[in-house]
């Protein structure tokens, strides 16, 4: 088994190269490393070991979580995990999931989130995709007159300081939304640090900023050759300031595409123009991929809508100090020794968390173990969402 434990400061750019070398990119050059250097939290990035060689590496920044009613419970934002390709399937990322999980617990998080790039690893270590997202292209699209819109946009400098600000009063009432930790922004920093070609545009409503977009432009041999926006962060108070900023965006000369990365569910732009084929839905992703550390805690801390009251089977095997019965009710959600009326394992429960799919959806794909069928219903209403949760911040 490998040697799991935190690295030093002189240690983590080893770590930050292992992991890009996992995705088949380089190491970063000095000038981007200037910037990204400072993206790691102390004492957060762990570093696996095999005779002395880092062999893999995972980091987590200290975030927290909506949660349905409001609350905002710690999380740990879990990024930058790597194993090298010559130490894969030895047990080494599960020793670092393991050391991981156990640090998240110690340190009272109740959650730990991800951004899945092998989407089949994760679920064995209890993570499940707790929210997803739209992915959006429009071409050639306008928004009908109709849509409302108002305020003004501006194209900011690189270095505009406004954008953790906007964020924290426009995106944090959103179920499913993260806090972005300094370490984060540094993202930003990097890019407009060694111009890596990232354009922001911020809008301004009656009460001040209260959105902003981000893209990226593709390059083209030929200057006269149309353009695809590749949005990577989009950011709004409302659905108003949505639609301001999209038909910012959708004014843009020159460009033939603008393809946003990740949208919420019930962003409704197909119906916002005149014609619905200018835009394409081409994808529906995962976007936050959730674990919940502690069960008692997760369930305990969010609303539940109007139903009778059920018993819930919870199985951990990564952690079984999660495992037992828990009543949930519409008033509140705690440990009891009932018999269960359904059975899921931990990763099954973090996709049923903030409704992204139905208890009874999952009951029929067998990912749910029935013993009162009549129950189903029940917590289809009791974890429904009048609105879907979206997370829409990538780490």
Not at 388 to 395: D, E, S, V
């Amino acid at each position: 088994m490998p040697d799991v434990r935190p690295l030093a400061a002189d240690e983590v750019r080893a770590a930050h190269t292992l992991f890009r070398a996992a995705l088949h990119r380089g190491p970063m050059s000095a000038d981007q490393w200037a910037f990204s250097g400072r993206s790691f939290e102390p004492g957060r990035t762990l570093g696996a070991f095999v005779d002395g060689r880092m062999v893999g590496t995972a980091l987590a920044w200290s975030s927290d979580l909506v949660v349905p009613g409001g609350a905002r419970l710690p999380m740990a934002a879990v990024t930058r995990v790597g194993v090298r390709t010559d130490f894969r399937r030895r047990g080494v990322l599960r020793a670092l999931m393991r050391e991981q999980v156990d640090d998240v617990a110690e340190r009272g998080e109740v959650f730990a989130g991800l951004h899945a790039t092998e989407p089949v690893i994760y679920g064995r270590f209890g993570y499940g995709v707790g929210t997803r997202a739209l992915r959006v292209a429009a071409r050639g699209a306008r928004l009908l007159p109709s849509v409302p819109t108002g305020g003004a946009v501006r194209v900011v400098d690189p270095g505009f300081p406004g954008l953790p600000g906007i964020y924290d009063r426009a995106r944090r009432s959103r179920v499913g939304s993260i806090a972005r930790p300094p370490e984060w922004w540094v993202n930003y920093e990097r890019a407009w640090g060694v111009n890596e070609n990232l354009v922001v545009a911020v809008h301004s409503g009656d009460d001040g900023d209260d959105g902003f977009v981000a893209w990226r432009p593709s390059e083209t041999a030929d200057p006269t050759d149309t353009t695809t926006l590749a949005v990577e962060d989009f950011v709004a108070a409302t659905p108003a300031v949505a639609y301001a900023l999209w038909e910012f965006l959708l004014g843009i000369d020159l460009v033939s595409c603008v393809r946003a990365f990740m949208r919420p569910l019930d962003e409704s732009l197909t119906v916002a123009v005149p014609d619905p084929r200018t835009v394409s839905i081409e994808d529906v992703v995962d976007d936050l991929w959730l674990r919940l550390v502690d069960v008692p805690a997760a369930l305990g801390a969010r609303v539940y809508g109007d139903a009778d009251p059920v018993v819930v089977e919870v199985a951990d095997p990564f952690r079984p100090g999660n495992d037992g019965c828990y009543r949930i009710t519409p008033d509140k959600a705690e440990r009891c020794d009932d018999a269960p009326a359904v059975s899921v394992g931990v990763e099954v429960l973090a996709m049923l968390y903030f409704g992204a799919w139905s208890w009874s959806s999952l009951a029929e794909a067998g990912r749910v173990t029935v013993d009162d069928p009549a129950a189903l219903a029940h917590l289809d209403r009791l974890f429904a969402l009048e609105r879907p949760a979206f997370c829409g911040t990538y780490f």
